[in-house]
């Protein structure tokens, strides 16, 4: 960052001299301005890979297509699922294949052309479009076709029932006028979308690797919003320097704050903070179950009883992660206690899995993990992990590598294991789909995919009760017990720090900050 490095003793020092005027001299004025006014300043690790909603990939930095961007239906902070463009939550039919949508009649993109049902149609077809290779075309392919019924009217057509479709819209999709692709081309979504979406913000600024600037949109359809007249995101892989950011008052909100640290941070005067729980996301050991010595079941069934998730809850984590053995927090309805309680801490039993393993005298692996905190900071987690490891007599190395990086090598098939943090719309499906069934996303970086969990993915695809998908979803949770296709450390709480003139911010169980109503008293 412009050759600005803050250490945690710097750190320190600057926590107990407040105020701390003058800490980042040396930045370019105009990049790295000190919050004020009416500009909201926001602090997180990750740079977006694009600014396209449907090619986006990492959780943080969509923050800022979010504010571009919008959808029919959204999940609020609380992940309650909540009409945005469409006035109401669609009708669905009986057969539950057919979703119909009354559109808002005072929706404008930010190049003022009014929104219409033309350009919803527009936007699921381009982004189905199979010569565009949209990232998250896989999620939203069970959409047969999309029908208008005049100017305010749409009709979602799937070709089988597919419940979930609706929670992948907040992240994943968005709308823009019809014709705009090809208008102005797929470079221009990802890199500056001036004008075409229809959120509070307005594309202005890209320093790569700085900053994205947002600037008020004058003409949105909820004229109480925004509160800001700009939005800074900036990029600050390091977690010193965001807690130094805030400090300084060059930031107003910042991310994936360090849990070490926040505790006493929001506590202190002048700053606030909250930790909530979340029902999508994954901290887990991903491992190649088609790459020695993960090919052995046993060999997994050991790393799963060698893990003692309460300590690295405790020592590594410092609360902001909540244990579980198995992909269902213990607060979500999916969350079976037999299923879970198959899977526990016992060195010795880990042993004696790894004896009856055809890897029995040569248990090796690398792990690699991101080195800039992707929503949480996994190092202390791995070298703890790799020490109880070592103890039940599987050696594990620690490479550190960039998140994108990681995924994109994770996807190809050519990493060993992956300690990662997965985030999904607050829903079982998506995460579970992703990995374990065939010619998905992650299904390469699993090896793994069980005929059986495809087949009981499809029965909670047809199904919206949660009564019914219980028991679908037990049976999902008890394969996956026997499997261990994956060790499981826990379920990532979200957590953001921010300074007292902040007003309307809630933490997202979402885990991506929604800045929409937040202003900043004087």
């Given at each position: 960052m412009s050759g600005f490095v803050i250490t945690r003793r710097m750190l320190m020092q600057v926590a107990a001299t407040l105020p701390a005027a003058g800490?980042?001299?040396?930045?370019?004025?105009?990049?790295?301005?000190?919050?004020?006014?009416k500009t909201l300043t926001l602090a997180i690790p990750n740079s977006p890979n694009t600014l396209d909603p449907i090619n986006a990939v990492l959780q943080d930095p969509m923050v800022i297509n979010q504010c571009i961007f919008e959808n029919l239906v959204e999940y609020d902070v609380d992940g309650v699922l909540r009409p945005q463009l469409a006035r109401a939550l669609p009708e669905i039919s009986a057969d539950k294949l057919t979703y119909t949508f009354d559109l808002r009649d005072d929706v404008q993109f930010q190049n003022g052309q009014p929104m219409t049902s033309e350009d919803v149609k527009y936007s699921f077809e381009s982004m189905l479009d199979k010569k565009r290779n949209a990232a998250r075309r896989v999620i939203f392919e069970k959409i047969a076709r999309v029908e208008t019924d005049g100017p305010h009217r749409v009709h979602v057509i799937l070709s089988e029932p597919y419940a979930p479709w609706l929670n992948f819209l907040t992240k994943y999709m968005g709308i823009w006028p019809?014709?705009?692709?090809?208008?102005?081309?797929?470079?221009?979504?990802?890199?500056?979308?001036?004008?075409?979406?229809t959120g509070p913000g307005i594309f202005e600024e890209w320093r790569p690797n700085q900053s994205v600037t947002l600037k008020r949109n004058p003409n949105y359809w909820d004229k109480s919003l925004p509160k800001w007249e700009r939005l800074v995101v900036k990029f600050v892989p390091e977690?010193?320097?965001?807690?130094?950011?805030?400090?300084?008052?060059?930031?107003d909100i910042i991310g994936a704050p360090a849990p070490r640290d926040f505790a006493s941070l929001s506590k202190r005067s002048g700053l606030a903070g909250e930790v909530r729980s979340t029902f999508g996301g994954w901290s887990t050991l991903m491992m190649n179950n088609a790459k020695p010595p993960f090919d052995d079941i046993n060999v997994r069934r050991a790393v799963n009883w060698a893990i003692d998730r309460q300590k690295l809850a405790q020592y590594a984590f410092f609360g902001m992660v909540d244990p579980c053995t198995l992909p269902a927090p213990r607060q979500a309805w999916w969350y079976d206690a037999e299923a879970d309680g198959s899977i526990g801490y016992d060195p010795e039993k880990a042993k004696g899995f790894l004896a009856q393993s055809k890897h029995a005298t040569d248990a090796a692996f690398e792990m690699t993990l991101p080195a800039t905190p992707y929503l949480l900071d996994l190092k202390d987690a791995a070298v703890a992990i790799q020490s109880q490891l070592q103890a039940v007599g599987i050696r594990c190395t620690l490479k550190m590598t960039e998140p994108l990086v990681a995924l994109g090598q994770a996807k190809k098939g050519e990493l060993q294991a992956l300690l990662m943090?997965?985030?999904?719309?607050?829903?079982?499906?998506?995460?579970?789909?992703?990995?374990?069934?065939?010619?998905?996303?992650?299904?390469?970086?699993?090896?793994?995919?069980?005929?059986?969990?495809?087949d009981l993915l499809k029965q909670?695809?047809?199904?919206?009760?949660?009564?019914?998908?219980?028991?679908?979803?037990?049976?999902?949770?008890?394969?996956?017990?026997?499997?261990?296709?994956?060790?499981?450390?826990?379920f990532l709480n979200a957590a953001n720090l921010w300074r007292g003139n902040v007003t309307d911010f809630r933490v997202n169980q979402g885990i991506t900050m929604d800045v929409r109503s937040v202003g900043l008293k004087a």
């Open positions: 800490l980042l001299t040396g930045f370019d004025d105009t990049a790295w301005a000190q919050s004020s006014g019809a014709g705009s692709r090809e208008r102005y081309g797929d470079d221009y979504f990802k890199m500056k979308p001036v004008g075409i979406g977690d010193a320097t965001r807690t130094a950011y805030l400090l300084a008052r060059q930031a943090n997965l985030t999904s719309p607050g829903e079982p499906t998506y995460l579970l789909g992703q990995n374990f069934t065939e010619n998905q996303p992650y299904s390469k970086v699993s090896g793994y995919a069980a005929p059986e969990i495809a909670a695809y047809a199904e919206n009760d949660q009564a019914a998908l219980k028991p679908i979803y037990a049976k999902i949770l008890k394969k996956i017990a026997d499997d261990c296709p994956y060790a499981w450390l826990g």
